[in-house]
């Protein structure tokens, strides 16, 4: 991509670590926004030579303007910029919202400068550590079709992957990565609590292979990979969790029962475990729904 001055409209995680991937590319950052002491510390050690500016002189100093800021703050920023009048025709305006796609971009669109939906499927530190972990991370991207050439050279710039999304279809690819990311993580920080209530001193030891063995298994071989006790329709185990769980963690029976219910439907709908076999588990399932329900 030709080498453009970019603006990055909050240093948080991502927008300080993509602008100094760019950086790395040989474009130039020259103005962020860091309203907090830990964004203005992360400017300092990633973008060093940035100067720190408000939203509107940021878009006005830039070719190419990054807004990496939460989902549910974007709107209001695109319409101040707009009405700021700090865009102009022919500037790129990017934002890496996997959630949004274009149509929250409309403000922009209709100031003459050229929209661009951009979300690296990745999770951040908001540290120097994130830059390699760019190489190969697929990119959700949303364009105009004039613009996917250059969506595809930004892509490639931070040695990532570009992965068309339909304007349509952003909500379900968010929802996807969210569940799959975010979940996880709630999901083995729950495991290892509950590893320490049973006694284990170092519960992260113990999860590590078993966890990546997990992983690598199902993104191999999908449902294939799945085992355990609800995958063998063993109700009495589960049953056996369940009151283990009440009894010292009772707010992880609730996601224990959803996780272990929709186990069970994938397991049956790909033919490892017969719905006749499953009855005993399901009713345990149920028996135990119905308690939550009527607490």
Do not use: C
């Amino acid at each position: 991509m030709n080498r453009q001055n970019i603006g990055i409209i909050g240093a948080g995680r991502v927008g300080a670590v993509l602008g100094a991937a760019l950086e790395r590319a040989g474009h130039t950052v020259v103005a962020t926004v860091a309203v907090s002491a830990a964004s203005r510390t992360r400017a300092e050690r990633l973008l060093p030579h940035a100067r720190l500016l408000p939203a509107d002189e940021v878009a006005a100093a830039a070719d190419l303007v990054l807004l990496a800021v939460p989902d549910d703050v974007l709107a209001d920023l695109t319409n101040g910029l707009a009405e700021t009048g700090a865009l102009r025709p022919g500037q790129i305006v990017a934002h890496t919202s996997g959630a949004h796609g274009l149509a929250v971009l409309a403000p922009v669109a209709a100031a003459g400068a050229r929209p661009l939906a951009l979300h690296p499927a990745m999770t951040f530190t908001g540290t120097a550590a994130d830059l390699d972990r760019l190489d190969g991370v697929s990119f959700g991207v949303t364009a105009p079709a004039d613009l996917r050439a250059t969506a595809e050279a930004l892509v490639a710039d931070l040695r990532g992957v570009v992965e068309w999304i339909d304007e349509q279809k952003r909500p379900l690819y968010h929802a996807a990565l969210a569940h799959g990311a975010n979940h996880l993580a709630t999901l083995v920080s729950e495991a290892m609590d509950r590893l320490r209530d049973a006694g284990v001193h170092e519960p992260e030891r113990v999860l590590a292979p078993l966890l990546g063995a997990a992983l690598d298994n199902t993104l191999r071989l999908g449902d294939a990979a799945i085992t355990g006790p609800v995958s063998r329709g063993d109700a009495g185990t589960v049953r056996k969790h369940l009151q283990a769980l009440d009894a010292v963690a009772p707010g992880s029976v609730p996601p224990y029962l959803a996780l272990a219910r929709r186990t069970a439907d994938r397991v049956i709908a790909a033919g490892r475990l017969r719905p006749i076999d499953a009855e005993p588990l399901l009713d345990v399932l149920r028996e135990e729904q119905a308690k939550e329900r009527a607490v």
